[in-house]
């Protein structure tokens, strides 16, 4: 297990191995990555693993990109709801 830190982004990336996943983060990283969390540092843990990604990221795009024809659309409907009749 290791640990990446950006500061400019304020985010400690966690990387486990596949062996290492669902243990607890070490003590020693633990201590070494405390002060920061108190920073507001936001802590990401990413685990190794075998599934395909093609498909979940797939899944996630097409999320996003209704996510955001809904947001599109929301914000439509308040520009037209705002305007003087």
Known sequence: MRAEINHDKKLILVWQATDEVGQPIPEELECEIAPLRHQKYK????????EDLFETTLYLLKSNR?????????????AIDSTPA
């Open 66 to 78: 209704m996510k955001a024809a809904q947001q599109e659309v929301k914000a439509e409907r308040s």
């Open 43 to 50: 802590l990401i843990i990413l685990k190794s693993g075998s």
